[in-house]
């Protein structure tokens, strides 16, 4: 149990380093496989998970689905392959915000 623990939060490290990196403002993916992005600019959540999925093929979930206080934020979830992972953050690399 513990390797596959330490699979997926390796895999949100991945994330949020990655998230980081395209300078987002990230909360999460330390002490749980949930990482959370902080939309950029006007741009709400459900606008940036069409802009994710349509431009990138990658899904995460859009804050507002929380409830109110989600709103202005997109949730990354950390169970997926290694390899899916690096590729989706690869690919929301190339995306203009």
Do not use: C, H
């Amino acid at each position: 149990i513990k390797d596959v623990i330490d699979y997926y939060m390796k895999n949100a490290g991945i994330i949020r380093e990655q998230l980081l990196r395209f300078g987002f403002k990230v909360y999460g993916g330390v002490n749980a496989p949930y990482v959370w992005a902080k939309t950029e600019k006007n741009i709400d959540s459900w606008q940036l998970f069409d802009k994710f999925l349509s431009e990138a093929n990658v899904v995460a979930t859009p804050g507002s689905g929380f409830g109110p206080s989600g709103e202005g934020f997109i949730r990354f979830s950390a169970f997926a392959l290694r390899e899916n992972v690096i590729e989706a953050m690869d690919r929301i690399k190339n995306i203009q915000l």
